[in-house]
């Protein structure tokens, strides 16, 4: 079987399963969706924010990028995919939660700590200066720690940089200020299958298991 057969042999399952086991809820969600949460998760194929959080359809609206990060406000022309969505999810959904997902062996994170920011690729290195200030205060914390070990304080680092950038969005401040918005930060361990909280006032991570 091609990958591409074993894909469409998997909608069949789940077609047959999930879609005929959930008749209600999909006839539901044809009148549209009305997700409380928007996650903000790396494009790596080992986090699946739905998987992770045993979530099913319409329960999260999920934006995947390279390394997770969400850049700071801007009102400059370009294609903005993120603000674009963070946007939709806060302003015409209304989520009252956004959690920005990060992970463990991030292999965006991997090359930022390995070259800084190498302009060797088209696309990566520039998306990745979004997370330089994560890069530097690690380097500076950390000075003789190994590269493993760095690597994984840079990508707690850039969660709590992602959040802060989210604060930069004038429509997240207001909700925030309001009450009507929370901001979570949370990264999944691989190696230890363990997934940890982002603590504003002590700026650890902390295990919710
Ligand atoms: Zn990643």
Wanted: with cysteine; net charge negative; proline share 4%.
């Amino acid at each position: 079987m091609t990958n591409i057969e074993r894909l469409k042999a998997g909608f069949k399952v789940f077609r047959e399963d999930y879609y005929s086991g959930h008749r209600h809820q999909f006839e539901d969600l044809k009148q549209g969706q009305r997700p409380r949460v928007m996650i903000i998760s790396c494009s790596d194929s080992r986090v699946d924010p739905a998987i992770l959080t045993n979530s099913g359809p319409g329960e999260i609206f999920t934006v995947r990028n390279v390394a997770n990060l969400v850049p700071p406000y801007e009102e400059t022309g370009g294609y903005h995919g993120v603000s674009a969505a963070l946007e939709f999810a806060v302003c015409n959904l209304q989520v009252s939660n956004i959690i920005v997902l990060g992970h463990s062996q991030c292999g965006g994170i991997g090359a930022l700590m390995a070259d800084g920011v190498s302009g060797r690729d088209k696309f990566i290195s520039n998306w990745m200066t979004i997370a330089e200030p994560a890069r530097r205060q690690v380097n500076a914390e950390l000075p003789s720690a190994d590269i493993a070990t760095r690597c994984r304080a840079a990508e707690r680092a850039a969660v709590a940089l992602s959040l802060d950038n989210l604060r930069t969005f004038p429509f997240v401040a207001e909700r925030l200020l309001s009450g009507e918005l929370t901001l979570h930060g949370w990264y999944f361990d691989l190696e230890n299958g363990d997934l940890l909280e982002y603590q504003p006032e002590t700026a650890m991570f902390q295990s919710i298991v």
